[in-house]
């Protein structure tokens, strides 16, 4: 056996088992409903805060933000597909093309309808995609899905790029942003009140009044508004993955990805059951790609490159497939890393493609790898202790 | 729940399921040759043969595997032709797996949940607005699976994932998975296959206990001893062909089955 591999993961083990009990006090429920009420009060100030280090500089950090929380959405999205399901799907990007090709031609190209009308019939339009898409190419396993589903997500690229009624090469403009709430006068500031940022160069005054955000005003210059509606949206898919997996579907998703054959033994309908994963993960696909295209306002063949799939897939896999948090952390990292590590330049994707490789060597499982993987990991550990005892007896 | 049954009252009861004339072939290969036989309520059935009798391809069969290429399996009145292999499950015949094919990520108590699921209702909108439909057929399940985990001795590893638990823990997991989708029949593939005698002679008394709480049973197994032992009534295959019926004191004595399988079973048993 190769010793090396061996090690790592058992290593790796007791450094969580360690880090569990230094943080044990977390089983405590009040806790950690404040640190959940914290984290997600921090995630919505976060652009607000500038914090030092983390805030990038050169690029927006609010725009830098919204492509963070929607790559987290997409890879919660995602995610089912991969990670409960185990269905490897390469070409989400489809999904998010359809999504915001559908906001697109329903807000600007063809008809005038507000961006809140247009977002649901996104989400259902992107997974009746899914479900077509699904419906024939689920009955083929592995390695053959993940080949149908790039040529899906190519297919829909080209088909943006030739049809003339979807645009064609030239795209859809003028995608109107969603509403705002209270004012709106021309030449003032808008919203029902202005938030000002925090400034720490000019520290003891850290109020910047002169740098605010109105709430809610969804301009073409300030996307914090844009990063607080995709992060709301995130917030409440995450909660809807939450009941969902922990339920009869959840398990009926695991047992599928662990022996489809066992599974549908079992009375699992394993064909419907992936057909639901499939179907979820291009909704939230879609759905994110509706925020894309109101936050852009324009939207071209261009973006939907394949590439972006493989960043998707990245995404998943960084943070921990199956593991909802690992997921979206990966998402956020994918988003952010490019763009932190701006002062690189050109050497940024290389820093970022080595980052990308060390972690295959290190911690295969992602960052924060699923519950099961942990587990496993803790097995093996305890078993190499044991046969390290009989050995030393 | 049907009473326990003693081996000389089974002629009298009601069939269960009924394998009439069932051939399939696999291009020239015919795998079972007009193999008749029936499986009363309540009985234990064991079904044995030589390896390659088509022991296996008969289970296969009777679960939707494959489909007969002549002949009819029907179950509870009904034939179960082109039927789906989960719809088979939910009309009540469950298996166990001759290799364990365990559910490795998940506990052992999810692994039982699973099978309790079969005849579930929830789906994706109950789960997700936690219906109280949900909660109810979640704690059901659960209750459920608790109590099969405890049935079959493995109870107090509920939370241990499935690979991590001892093979003959594995083995017994299988039969509380099979058992949660509240089969009327419970197909055991040779569920004694890599246990030494002690697990051997716990596994009859299982299968003995599995009986009286009113379960019909058929068994797949190579070895004799726990055939012999734990059986109402056995059907002997070889080379796809049902050679011999009756009771274990009649397949013991009977020539064809001794000629065929008994005579052979060191060198049987040695290979396999």
């Known amino acids: 056996m190769n010793r090396y591999y061996d090690f790592a993961p058992s290593g790796l083990a007791k450094g969580w088992s360690s880090f569990k009990s230094a943080f044990s006090f977390l089983d405590n429920r009040p806790t950690k409903?404040?640190?959940?009420?914290?984290?997600?009060?921090?995630?919505?100030?976060?652009?607000?805060?500038?914090?030092?280090?983390?805030?990038?500089?050169?690029?927006?950090?609010?725009?830098?933000?919204?492509?963070?929380?929607?790559?987290?959405?997409?890879?919660?999205?995602?995610?089912?597909?991969?990670?409960?399901?185990?269905?490897?799907?390469?070409?989400?990007v489809g999904f998010y093309a359809t999504g915001a090709y559908t906001t697109g031609l329903l807000t600007s190209?063809?008809?005038?309808?507000?961006?809140?009308?247009?977002?649901?019939?996104?989400?259902?339009?992107?997974?009746?995609?899914?479900?077509?898409?699904?419906?024939?190419?689920?009955?083929?396993?592995?390695?053959?899905?993940?080949?149908?589903?790039?040529?899906?997500?190519?297919?829909?690229?080209?088909?943006?790029?030739?049809?003339?009624?979807?645009?064609?090469?030239?795209?859809?403009?003028?995608?109107p942003s969603p509403p705002n709430i209270g004012s709106n006068a021309p030449g003032q500031q808008g919203g029902l009140f202005q938030i000002p940022h925090l400034s720490w160069s000019t520290f003891p005054n850290i109020i910047d009044v002169g740098h605010k955000t109105p709430f809610l005003e969804f301009g073409p210059v300030d996307a914090i508004p844009f990063y607080w509606l995709v992060l709301t949206a995130f917030f409440i898919v995450i909660v809807g993955d939450i009941?969902?997996?922990?339920?009869?579907?959840?398990?009926?998703w695991e047992a599928t990805r662990e022996d489809e054959d066992a599974a549908e033994v079992m009375g699992v309908p394993t064909f419907r059951f992936k057909l639901l994963a499939f179907a979820l993960g291009?909704?939230?696909?879609?759905?994110?790609?509706?925020?894309?295209?109101?936050r852009e306002g324009f939207i071209s063949p261009l973006t939907f490159i394949i590439t972006l799939s493989e960043l998707f897939v990245a995404a998943v896999i960084i943070g921990g497939a199956g593991n909802r948090w690992g997921a979206a952390v990966g998402g956020v990292l994918v988003a952010y890393l490019p763009d932190r590590f701006r002062g690189?330049?050109?050497?940024?994707?290389?820093?970022?493609?080595?980052?990308?490789?060390?972690?295959?060597?290190?911690?295969?499982?992602?960052?924060?790898?699923?519950?099961?993987?942990r587990r496993a990991l803790r097995a093996e550990a305890a078993i190499e202790e044991l046969e390290g005892e009989t050995v030393d007896a | 729940m049907p009473e326990p049954t003693s081996p000389t009252t089974t002629d009298a009861r009601r069939s269960l399921l009924e394998v009439d004339d069932v051939t399939i072939r696999f291009g020239g290969v015919t795998a079972m040759d007009g193999v008749t036989f029936d499986i009363k309520e309540g009985e234990i059935l064991g079904l044995i043969g030589p390896n390659g009798a088509g022991k296996?391809?008969?289970?296969?069969?009777?679960?939707?595997?494959?489909?007969?290429?002549?002949?009819?399996?029907?179950?509870d009145g009904q034939v179960l032709h082109k039927i789906q292999r989960y719809k088979i499950t939910r009309l009540g015949i469950a298996r166990t797996f001759q290799n364990i094919r365990l559910f490795?990520?998940?506990?052992?108590?999810?692994?039982?949940?699973?099978?309790?699921?079969?005849?579930?209702?929830?789906?994706?909108?109950?789960?997700?607005?936690?219906?109280?439909m949900h909660r109810k057929t979640e704690s059901e399940s659960k209750a459920r699976a608790l109590e099969l985990l405890k049935f079959v001795g493995v109870d107090g590893r509920a939370d241990e994932l499935a690979a991590?638990?001892?093979?003959?823990?594995?083995?017994?997991?299988?039969?509380?998975?099979?058992?949660?989708?509240?089969?009327?029949?419970?197909?055991?593939?040779?569920?004694?296959?890599?246990?030494?005698p002690a697990e051997k002679q716990r596994l009859m008394e299982l299968i003995r206990k599995v009986r009286e709480q009113g379960y019909t049973v058929l068994l797949i197994e190579h070895d004799m001893r726990l055939v012999m032992g734990v059986t109402d009534r056995i059907v002997v295959l070889e080379f796809g062909r049902k050679i011999a019926e009756g009771s274990p004191a009649e397949i013991r004595d009977n020539p064809a089955v001794i000629a065929a399988y008994l005579g052979v079973e060191e060198d049987d048993d040695a290979a396999s």
């Not at chain 1, 991969?82 to 490897?88: C, D, F, N, R, W």
């Not at chain 1, 009941?243 to 009926?252: E, F, H, P, Q």
């Not at chain 1, 291009?282 to 109101?294: K, R």
């Not at chain 2, 991590?164 to 040779?190: F, H, V, W």
């Open chain 2, 164 to 196: 991590n638990l001892s093979y003959g823990d594995q083995r017994r997991l299988e039969i509380a998975r099979a058992m949660a989708t509240n089969p009327k029949l419970l197909c055991l593939d040779e569920p004694a296959a890599g246990f030494n």
């Open chain 1, 109 to 175: 190209q063809h008809w005038h309808w507000p961006f809140l009308l247009a977002l649901p019939a996104a989400i259902v339009v992107t997974m009746i995609t899914g479900l077509i898409l699904g419906a024939p190419t689920l009955r083929v396993r592995g390695d053959y899905l993940a080949i149908v589903t790039l040529g899906f997500g190519e297919i829909i690229r080209l088909v943006t790029t030739n049809v003339d009624w979807l645009g064609a090469q030239a795209g859809i403009a003028n995608i």
């Open chain 1, 33 to 92: 409903i404040a640190l959940i009420v914290l984290g997600i009060v921090v995630a919505y100030a976060l652009p607000l805060l500038n914090l030092p280090i983390i805030t990038t500089s050169g690029v927006d950090f609010g725009g830098v933000l919204f492509d963070a929380a929607a790559y987290a959405l997409i890879a919660l999205g995602l995610n089912i597909v991969i990670g409960y399901a185990g269905l490897l799907d390469l070409g989400y």
């Open chain 2, 56 to 75: 296996t391809t008969c289970f296969n069969v009777m679960t939707g595997v494959y489909q007969a290429t002549s002949g009819q399996i029907r179950f």
């Open chain 1, 243 to 252: 009941l969902v997996k922990n339920s009869r579907v959840g398990r009926a």
């Open chain 2, 104 to 132: 490795k990520s998940m506990t052992a108590l999810e692994n039982v949940m699973v099978g309790a699921d079969a005849h579930s209702k929830v789906g994706f909108f109950r789960a997700l607005f936690r219906t109280p």
């Open chain 1, 344 to 373: 690189f330049a050109d050497y940024r994707m290389l820093v970022f493609g080595l980052a990308l490789m060390m972690l295959a060597i290190w911690r295969p499982q992602g960052i924060f790898p699923a519950r099961r993987a």
């Open chain 1, 282 to 294: 291009a909704a939230i696909g879609g759905m994110s790609g509706s925020f894309f295209a109101t």
